[in-house]
């Protein structure tokens, strides 16, 4: 009689649950007997606090969330217009060299940082401590970017409701909010005067802001209650989208992040059907590769790479966070940051068929039409839109379209804020609803500011230094710190331990050379180039600047501040605190016998 053991059946993940099968071959006159027996599996992954972590309740609704904090209203009102400003179509060339070379490592260098530690962006650095202070910087960015982004979207729900209406409200110029100023196009000549500004740039301005009640940031007046209630509807949807975790959360990106794709598409057939179209999109598309010359080019395709992946805000840690461990986060960030900047490319197509039906339609230059920013979704294409028949529909589709934009990037960046700060105070892990509330409550009575006479003023101070420099640097300490201080190497095996492969040389050169170098060079390049705010004719004072500094002073801050809290309170000589700082916490005990591998030239010299 023999016996034989099987080996154990090869598992996707090494962490994750396995089944053992022990199958004995007993061999009694020439006939086999066998029997076997299932071990029972590993228990699931906890979080720190030692409870089950939650995940995603479909692969799907992970990609879709990902997709709606990525995609976000920068994708329509920003990418177009830079893509026209600086050589069309050669503007892809730095844009596409500067998203293979930065955007997609760093992209899916925070997929896998999330999910192989399944914590949010502080408590990951428990594989080097001294840096978790980044960790906090980039969730006090995320806070900071939602004190107005919810603004945007009270702005958009604003216009919705004022959509239904037999005549939209920007059309003409005899309301109660005009000023002698207006014009109608047909009556304006020359639509860049000055002196002269059109109805749907005043009913922005002065009918929906109401910016003529004020004489600058120091004299906001109070909240005006018809955009406040449009903010506290934005706050109540965000709530209930988060309160239960990614478990509702999951559910409502099925809607927010698909339903920009079904109206963009929309639009777009319907703009190309229009006179002029066709010439807006030539002027979108036109190559002039003469522009290649020009630094500013290859600056703000630097610039749009770093914002428009959503890298920094902590929000793409989070999310992978609650994948489970075996997940293809390559596969992931591959598809995902490829999605997005398709999404900014296909974009152009609509906003520009409207831009050239526009300028067409009031002989007026492309120029004189095309811009950026809100400008252009809450004035421009608002304009384009009450030209065309039905146009009440079409306006209700447009700004159903931001308010889907908007709602999925804002459920990310507040998800990033409540993930962060709960994995790292473990005793609000059982208060999550309480804490999702008052999250959502405090957002909401700092961005009253926003909603004032004045609130434009706080709104362009907020949007010019809340994530300007501060994410740019926060990117880069992040990226020093995983492949200078962890280590390149550890990273890969930790990749290769989830997916069951290394990433090739190409990623590990960029996350070690390449993308440092890039950040480094875009922050030096943010410093340099720095202009102070201004909305208009308006120039902010000495002290809103300064205020504006300290707000991105006191993200930026968290790195140096924490590291310096690291090293004091570990006990012993300067290199022992040093030793324990940079070392995982796992690995303290190394420490203990003088193992530190990060005080060996091999590792970092290894890639």
């Not at 026209?84 to 955007?103: C, E």
């Not at 000549?189 to 002065?206: G, L, M, N, W």
Request: contains cysteine; hydrophobic residues 45%.
């Amino acid at each position: 009689m023999s016996s034989v053991v099987a080996p154990e059946k090869p598992a996707s993940n090494t962490m994750g649950p396995k089944e053992v099968e022990l199958i004995l071959v007993k061999e009694q006159n020439g006939v086999q007997f066998t029997s076997s027996t299932l071990v029972a599996p590993t228990p699931p992954q906890t979080n720190p606090s030692g409870e089950e972590r939650e995940t995603w309740g479909k692969k799907i609704d992970f990609l879709l969330s990902v997709i709606g904090f990525a995609v976000d209203l920068a994708n329509v009102w920003r990418f177009p217009y830079l893509c026209y400003k600086n050589g069309g179509g050669a503007f892809l060339v730095p844009y596409m060299f500067f998203m293979l070379i930065a955007g997609m490592p760093l992209f899916y260098m925070e997929l896998a940082l999330g999910q192989y530690n399944r914590e949010g962006a502080a408590g990951v650095w428990k594989i080097c401590p001294i840096f978790k202070g980044v960790g906090f910087t980039v969730i006090l960015i995320s806070l900071y970017v939602g004190f107005y982004y919810n603004v945007i979207i009270s702005w958009a729900l604003f216009y919705l409701f004022s959509s239904f209406t037999s005549e939209l409200p920007w059309v003409h110029c005899n309301n109660s909010w005009n000023s002698p100023n207006c014009s109608d196009w047909a009556d304006n000549s020359s639509v860049s005067d000055i002196y002269k500004s059109t109805p749907a740039q005043e009913y922005f301005e002065r009918g929906v802001l109401h910016i003529q009640d004020s004489n600058g940031i120091d004299n906001l007046g109070r909240p005006r209650w018809q955009l406040t209630s449009c903010l506290g509807v934005v706050i109540v949807l965000l709530y209930f989208s988060l309160w239960k975790g990614v478990k509702t959360s999951g559910k409502v990106v099925w809607i927010t992040a698909t339903m920009p794709y079904v109206v963009l598409t929309v639009l777009l057939i319907r703009g190309v059907t229009l006179p002029g179209a066709i010439d807006g999109i030539k002027a979108y598309l036109s190559v002039d590769f003469l522009k290649l010359c020009d630094a500013q080019v290859w600056i703000d395709a630097a610039t749009q790479i770093c914002f428009s992946l959503g890298v920094g805000f902590g929000v793409l840690i989070a999310f992978s966070s609650y994948n489970k461990f075996s997940n293809n986060c390559y596969r992931d960030a591959i598809i995902t940051s490829s999605i997005n900047s398709l999404t900014s490319f296909f974009s152009g197509f609509v906003v520009f068929s409207f831009l050239g039906y526009l300028s067409q339609k009031h002989n007026v230059a492309l120029d004189k039409v095309a811009r950026d920013g809100a400008g252009l979704v809450f004035v421009i294409y608002p304009e384009a839109i009450a030209t065309l028949p039905g146009s009440s529909v079409w306006a209700v589709i447009f700004f159903i379209m931001l308010l889907s934009l908007g709602i999925d990037s804002a459920m990310g960046g507040m998800e990033s804020v409540i993930t962060g700060l709960m994995d790292e105070f473990k005793c609000l892990h059982k208060h999550r609803e309480l804490f999702t509330l008052f999250i959502v409550v405090s957002t909401f009575l700092i961005s009253l500011f926003c909603v004032t006479n004045g609130g434009m003023y706080v709104f362009t101070l907020l949007d010019h230094f809340a994530a300007g420099t501060s994410i740019l640097f926060g990117v880069l300490i992040e990226a020093i710190g995983i492949a200078w201080f962890y280590g390149v190497d550890r990273f890969s095996d930790d990749i290769e331990e989830m997916i069951g492969h290394r990433p090739g040389l190409y990623w590990r050169l960029c996350w070690k050379f390449v993308s440092p170098c890039f950040l480094l060079f875009m922050v030096v390049i943010s410093f340099a180039t720095f202009n102070p705010p201004s909305y208009g004719t308006y120039t902010f004072p000495p002290w809103a600047n300064m205020v504006g500094w300290c707000l991105a002073i006191s993200s930026m801050s968290m790195v140096p501040l924490y590291a310096i809290y690291k090293l004091c309170i570990v006990p012993g000589k300067f290199c022992n605190r040093l030793a324990y700082a940079i070392t995982p916490e796992t690995e303290h005990h190394l420490v203990d016998n003088g193992e530190v591998r990060q005080f060996t030239l091999k590792h970092w010299l290894v890639v």
